[in-house]
């Protein structure tokens, strides 16, 4: 068994025959006496209330499937809630989901939903974990299913909120869905992987609407670090938004960068305004101050990535590389390292700093000589060849050979 942070769930599998699925999971004296049975399916009911869902693994092969699907419809036909639980748990073995069923347990999730008992919760995170492992759904039960997921996003427990937005966004990208799920996000009563995972959907599902992007912008100013964090990176993974919305984004990233107190936000921000600032000179600017400044060295490595992707303002990006790659933090240096060689033979003029640190700096080598291949011009090329000539080291040999070799076939195709 496996336990994770946050709002992942507890996971254990199981393998075991189709029939007697159940019972194959304790002790054969336990499972038959009554009692002791009543309370296992009991704890079932109570884990998937707690957000701890139980997957078992069923082999459903040959002339058993059948015979288990229609020992599983008849449990999710009962009224006794422990009863259904005990079906929904065997069906979660069972892949693809049968049709036969998609229609009871959209109904089960309708009924459920509203009732806030654990054996009510329970039933909903086990539904909702069936459709979202189950695949396609057919097409003439989708809007039962879907409204009854929208019905699941007033339960607070966060593996229903987490499974019930995934699987709504995967059925339909509609308007009425980005609002339901803003409201789950707003909702700070809502466990925290609820409205992450709402908050993401609302970023990469809707790239280009103004109420998402407002949504976003808000999440960035969050209390939680986990929620700026999460808008941050779904800045970073999303379509680049209209010119007018990506100015307000870039404007908050950059001061989330610079004055938030949680590292990993600020390293996401950063990331993000290496995406969203595309030849924005004045980001360089920024993100030079945050590469010098910052205590953190993510912040720091991420910044020197950020100049790197955006390629703009040498005069300013490139003296700042080359002071990161001078310090003392070796993640920094090679990210540095890396974006210098992103500005080609813009960044030319440093070639004898990188052959001097590539000698005198042996963790920097083999970068160094990376980052000469792909700024080096034909004037390079001499500089090379003394070094080729001092050097004893074969290893080190073979990398300026691999740097000359990068810079003349780059100079006899025209520089491309």
Excluded at 208 to 224: E, F, G, P, V
Excluded at 364 to 376: H, M, P, Q
Aim: aromatic share 2%; hydrophobic share 45%.
């Amino acid at each position: 068994m496996e336990m994770s942070n946050g709002s992942e769930e507890v996971r254990s599998s199981v393998r075991a025959p189709a029939s007697s699925l159940l019972a194959a999971t304790v002790p054969p004296h336990v499972w038959h006496h009554s009692a002791l049975r009543r309370w296992v399916i009991a704890c079932v009911a109570l884990t998937g209330a707690l957000g701890i869902v139980v997957p078992i693994e069923a082999d459903c092969d040959g002339d058993e499937g059948p015979e288990v699907v229609r020992r599983v419809e008849l449990k999710l036909r009962s009224s006794d809630a422990q009863e259904i639980l005990a079906g929904l748990l065997e069906l979660r073995g069972v892949h693809p989901v049968p049709e036969t069923v998609i229609a009871r347990l959209a109904e089960l999730l309708q009924a459920n939903s509203a009732v806030d008992t654990v054996n009510s919760r329970a039933i909903c995170g086990h539904v909702v974990r069936i459709f979202e492992a189950g695949g396609s759904l057919p097409e003439e039960s989708r809007a039962q299913i879907e409204q009854a997921l929208l019905n699941c996003l007033s339960i607070k427990r966060c593996v229903v909120l987490e499974s019930a937005v995934r699987v709504l966004s995967s059925l339909s990208k509609r308007d009425d869905l980005l609002v339901s799920f803003i409201a789950v996000y707003d909702d700070d009563t809502n466990e925290l992987g609820g409205r992450v995972a709402a908050l993401r959907a609302t970023g990469y599902y809707y790239p280009t609407s103004r109420t998402a992007i407002d949504c976003i912008t808000t999440a960035l100013k969050d209390a939680d670090p986990l929620i700026r964090w999460t808008a941050a990176s779904v800045i970073s993974d999303r379509p680049r938004p209209r010119r007018e919305d990506a100015t307000k984004l870039l404007s908050r990233l950059l001061l989330v960068a610079k004055e938030d107190s949680d590292e990993s936000v600020r390293a996401g921000a950063v990331d993000a305004v290496g995406i969203l600032a595309a030849g924005a000179e004045f980001a360089v600017t920024e993100l030079a101050l945050l590469l010098r400044c910052d205590p953190s060295t993510r912040v720091r490595t991420s910044a020197a990535r950020a100049i790197g992707r955006l390629g703009v303002s040498e005069r300013v990006a490139i003296p700042a590389l080359l002071a990161a790659v001078r310090g003392n933090a070796l993640n920094v240096a090679e990210a540095a390292m890396q974006a210098i060689g992103d500005y080609g033979t813009r960044a030319s003029i440093v070639v004898p700093d990188l052959i001097s640190l590539a000698i005198n700096r042996p963790l920097l080598t083999k970068s160094a000589f990376v980052a000469i291949g792909r700024v080096g011009t034909t004037g390079t090329l001499t500089d090379l060849r003394v070094q080729l000539e001092r050097e004893r080291d074969p290893g080190v040999r073979r990398l300026i050979e691999i740097s000359i070799d990068a810079i003349e076939r780059r100079e006899s195709s025209g520089g491309r």
